[in-house]
C-alpha cells in the first residue's frame, strides 16, 4: 500500500502564500510523477500542477506564474508554493502520485486525504 499526508495548508489573506507539502511512503520502487489538485465547494476537482520523475511541470492556466511545484526525490516529497494567492483558490487541496509498487513493479494512482487552504479578500 501507498500512503500519502499532505500538510502545510491554512489561512491567508489575499496576495498572501503557503507552500504544501506531500509525504507518500509505503512499498514504492518508483514515483513516476506526482501532482496537486483542488475542489472547491460545490464544484469539481481540478488538476493544479504535476511533476514527472524527469522534473517536467504542468499548470493549470489559472495558476500559472504564481505557484511552483518541485518534489524531493531523496524524501519522496512534492511541495507546492503557492504565491499571489486569491480568493478563487480556496479549496481542499490534494496530492497524488503515480507509482510503480512492490512486488508487483505495477503502477497505479494513489491520493492523499487532503488539505484546506482558505484564501480570505
Known amino acids: 500500500q501507498v500512503q500519502l499526508v499532505e500538510s502545510g495548508g491554512g489561512s491567508v489573506q489575499a496576495g498572501g502564500s503557503l507552500r504544501l507539502s506531500c509525504a507518500a511512503s509505503g512499498s514504492i520502487v518508483r514515483i513516476n510523477a506526482m501532482g496537486w489538485h483542488r475542489q472547491a465547494p460545490g464544484k469539481q476537482r481540478e488538476l493544479v500542477a504535476t511533476?514527472?520523475?524527469?522534473?517536467?511541470?504542468n499548470y493549470a492556466d489559472d495558476v500559472k506564474g504564481r505557484f511552483t511545484i518541485s518534489r524531493d526525490n531523496t524524501e519522496n516529497t512534492v511541495y507546492l508554493q503557492m504565491n499571489s494567492l486569491k480568493p478563487e483558490d480556496t479549496a481542499v487541496y490534494y496530492c497524488?502520485?503515480?507509482?510503480?509498487?512492490?512486488?508487483?513493479?505495477?503502477?497505479?494512482?494513489?491520493w492523499g486525504l487532503g488539505t484546506q487552504v482558505t484564501v480570505s479578500s
Open positions: 497524488n502520485a503515480n507509482v510503480n509498487t512492490w512486488p508487483s513493479l505495477l503502477f497505479g494512482n494513489y
Open positions: 511533476i514527472t520523475s524527469g522534473d517536467s511541470t
